[in-house]
T-cell receptor, first 114, second 116 residues
Framework: AQSVTQLGSHVSVSEGALVLLRCNYSSSVPPYLFWYVQYPNQGLQLLLK??????LVKGINGFEAEFKKSETSFHLTKPSAHMSDAAEYFCAVSDSGGYQKVTFGIGTKLQVIP | NAGVTQTPKFQVLKTGQSMTLQCAQDMNHNSMYWYRQDPGMGLRLIYYSASEGTTDKGEVPNGYNVSRLNKREFSLRLESAAPSQTSVYFC???????????????FGPGTRLTVT
């Protein structure tokens, strides 16, 4: 069984400050891990993904995440927050294999304060 | 490419009414999914279709039925709508690959459904 825990349903940061969104996962097999972003009234779009190639993954809009197997974590970071980063962020996990069943976290709403 | 499209964007139903949510993708993906999104609960899988001709229940299938009409289209039907089905519904598609090659799900814009 696989699961995802996102710590903090709401996170507020000042514009220009570090963004850190936390995600811990549970999986019985080596996982695929994803971060998706959802802007208001839109669908989800992929920010970045981990598929075992490199533990530090870079995504769009300056975001990156580091896979830490010992901590079962995949935290999302961005060095300097921009107003346009305000959105909801979802961490997701999938086990390996041909069919992709993905389990999503409950989401973290990021507020960026001017 | 339009990606994943969903119709309608908004819908209001009375309790007991039925409706079908439509989804289509133009990326030639084999797998398609229906999720519902509720505040504080993230996305929950309703049904999925691993490939054309197959459908399976997800985490919350009760009250829903699906049809994989062809490789492009995957519809979700509410036979007798209930207020508990008020939600935002997302369709997604992906192309599963064996091994460690990467893949991800592509999402439609969603359908906001209110059942009164």
């Amino acid at each position: 069984a696989q699961s995802v825990t996102q710590l903090g349903s709401h996170v507020s940061v000042s514009e220009g400050a570090l963004v850190l969104l936390r995600c811990n996962y549970s999986s019985s097999v080596p996982p695929y891990l994803f971060w998706y972003v959802q802007y208001p009234n839109q669908g989800l779009q992929l920010l970045l993904k981990y598929t075992s190639a490199a533990t530090l993954v870079k995504g769009i809009n300056g975001f990156e995440a580091e896979f830490k197997k010992s901590e079962t974590s995949f935290h999302l970071t961005k060095p300097s927050a921009h107003m346009s980063d305000a959105a909801e962020y979802f961490c997701a996990v999938s086990d390996s294999g041909g069919y992709q069943k993905v389990t999503f976290g409950i989401g973290t709403k990021l507020q960026v304060i001017p | 490419n339009a990606g994943v499209t969903q119709t309608p964007k908004f819908q209001v139903l009375k309790t007991g009414q039925s409706m079908t949510l439509q989804c289509a993708q133009d990326m030639n993906h084999n797998s398609m999914y229906w999720y519902r999104q509720d505040p504080g609960m993230g996305l929950r899988l309703i049904y999925y279709s691993a490939s054309e001709g197959t459908t399976d229940k997800g985490e919350v299938p009760n009250g829903y039925n699906v049809s994989r009409l062809n490789k492009r289209e995957f519809s979700l039907r509410l036979e007798s709508a209930a207020p508990s089905q008020t939600s935002v519904y997302f369709c997604a598609s992906s192309e599963p690959r064996l091994g460690r090659s990467s893949y991800e799900q592509y999402f439609g814009p969603g359908t906001r459904l209110t059942v009164t």
